[in-house]
């Protein structure tokens, strides 16, 4: 059993490593009125996009030339008609092209964004998806020739790394928050001196307003997440992922990661500004996967971009959405930093059977005080085989009362010593012990010294 104190001393540098544990298995209206009660209301999906090979497709007969202009066309026919199965439209795809889709699972959510990127090797034979959406993730491939020995379309050629773009406020076409988004915040409790701070701006999309958050990293933007009155979100394409806010942690030891921009803001607003928010959200579920290479620890890159700040943390708190894909996002978080060095938010509850969800709910309905305090009293992260006392308070409660059953055990064959001594069964025996020497130490000191040293003790 283990007793842990709420501040952790300070370790060392050279203990504070950004640990990636390779061995691991890896809506809202244009502007809502503030809810009149303070009691808000509260499909997995696999990472591989099942198919299966259609065999009575035939293949195609080509000469030997991979450049061939009728054998590519041939082959993408074929694999066009086995993406139909899958449930693509196909009828904008092109060879040695992105493209923009509806993912098949997850169907872009309530608000059916195109969050799919699919691309198609030139020789037309290799295609290869993934859903960018956080709670879907859905990725697969599939071949029009199984048994093509082409090299033409390897997959070296979708993998190779881009340049990051270069981007400012005035390519962007970014301008400072209209009163009306300044309202919308105000609703949710965030201040205009937290949103000045934080540079949230806007930008016009087509006949409205979108909220911009501004990605920064030593005061320079690096990337931009945007946001539009019917919670669709979307990132500037071909930029480098970081942590929103990530210049507010240069120098903290103690760290809190949320799982949203306004997430971020709203601890600001309890007064904690050493805050970052992920940029993706949180997964459906924990992976399984193991990691293999930085590289390919896609979903994470922010954590590898973002190394140098982390490594300086004694203590992470996670303050993650208390609902499933939150909970799974902490655990990917705490099994790439390290568990022994983070800690964990219980968000309060709402009702009998509810919690509130995140920082925001809570920074509304209940304010920044107890927000605060919810911060404050995070639990260190659970690791496995390791316990404190408050697991088993119910048990010792039980067992000092006498309503176990078990409490005076069984007689130990002298009579003398069963007021002083019982035998317990193994499993309650480091209880029985603890407790017993808690309790019967001053009694059996006192015995002790009448019996054996003949001594008079008051």
């Known amino acids: ?50 198919y299966t090979s259609h065999s009575n497709v035939p293949g195609p007969v080509y000469s030997e030339n991979p ?8 082959r993408l026919n074929v694999l066009k008609k086995k993406l139909e199965v899958i449930g693509f439209d196909t009828q904008m795809l092109k060879t040695g092209q992105y493209s923009h889709l509806t993912c098949p699972t997850c169907k872009g959510g309530d608000s059916m964004e195109k969050s799919l990127s699919l691309f198609i ?40 790394i881009k340049p990051k773009r270069e981007i400012t406020e005035e390519s962007l076409g970014l ?73 507010d942690i240069k120098e903290a030891s103690d760290i809190i990661i949320v799982e949203g921009e306004i997430d971020k803001l709203s601890m600001e607003e309890a007064g904690f500004y050493n805050c970052v928010s992920v940029p993706d959200g949180a997964p459906p579920s924990v992976s399984t996967k193991v990691f293999e290479s930085e590289e390919k620890d896609i979903k994470y890159q922010y954590l590898w971009n973002c ?6 943390a004694s203590r992470i708190i996670l303050a993650t959405d208390g609902d499933a894909p939150g909970l799974a996002l ?27 969800k995140d920082a925001n709910e809570v920074l509304m309905y209940l304010g920044p005080d107890v927000l605060k305090e919810v911060i404050e009293n995070a639990e ?35 009579r003398g010593l069963n007021g002083l001594y019982n035998v317990s069964t193994i499993f309650h025996l480091c209880l029985d012990c603890f407790l017993n020497f808690i309790f019967n130490l001053p009694l059996a000191l006192s015995l002790l010294l009448k019996n054996i040293l003949n001594l008079s003790v008051p």
């Not at 009125?33 to 996009?49: C, G």
């Not at 859905?138 to 070296?156: F, K, P, Q, T, W």
């Not at 300044?182 to 701070?197: D, H, N």
């Not at 085989?385 to 002298?414: A, C, P, Q, R």
């Open 330 to 356: 902490a655990e990917e978080l705490a099994r790439r930093l390290g568990r022994e060095r983070c800690w964990r938010v219980k968000w309060p509850k709402k009702n009998e059977v509810e919690h509130f």
């Open 67 to 74: 450049e061939d202009t009728s054998n590519i066309s041939a």
């Open 307 to 312: 190394k140098e700040y982390l490594e300086k």
């Open 175 to 247: 301008k400072p928050l209209c009163s009306e988004l300044v309202a919308y915040f105000g609703e949710r409790m965030i201040s205009k001196k937290t949103l000045a701070r934080n540079s949230v701006m806007q930008k016009t999309y087509g006949d409205q307003f979108i909220i911009a958050f501004t990605y920064q990293r030593n005061g320079v933007l690096v990337s931009c997440k945007y946001r539009d009155v019917n919670k669709n979100f979307w990132q500037e394409k071909g930029t480098e992922k970081i942590f929103y806010g990530v210049d």
């Open 121 to 160: 090797t030139l020789d037309g034979n290799h295609a290869v998806w993934m859903c960018h959406r956080g709670k879907c993730g859905s990725r697969g491939n599939i071949r029009a020739i199984v048994n093509d020995s082409s090299s033409y379309g390897r997959l070296s050629q979708i993998t190779k």
């Open 1 to 50: 059993m283990l007793m842990a104190s709420k501040h952790l001393l300070k370790p060392t540098p050279s203990t504070l490593p950004l640990k990636l544990n390779l061995s691991s298995p890896g809506t809202i209206s244009s502007f809502p009125l503030k809810p009149n009660s303070r009691i808000l209301p509260i499909s997995l999906k696999t990472f591989v996009l099942p």
């Open 380 to 414: 260190i992260y659970p690791i496995q085989g390791l316990f404190n006392f408050s697991h088993y308070f119910n048990e010792i409660d039980g067992y000092y009362h006498h309503t176990l059953g078990f409490e005076l055990g069984v007689s130990t064959g002298w």
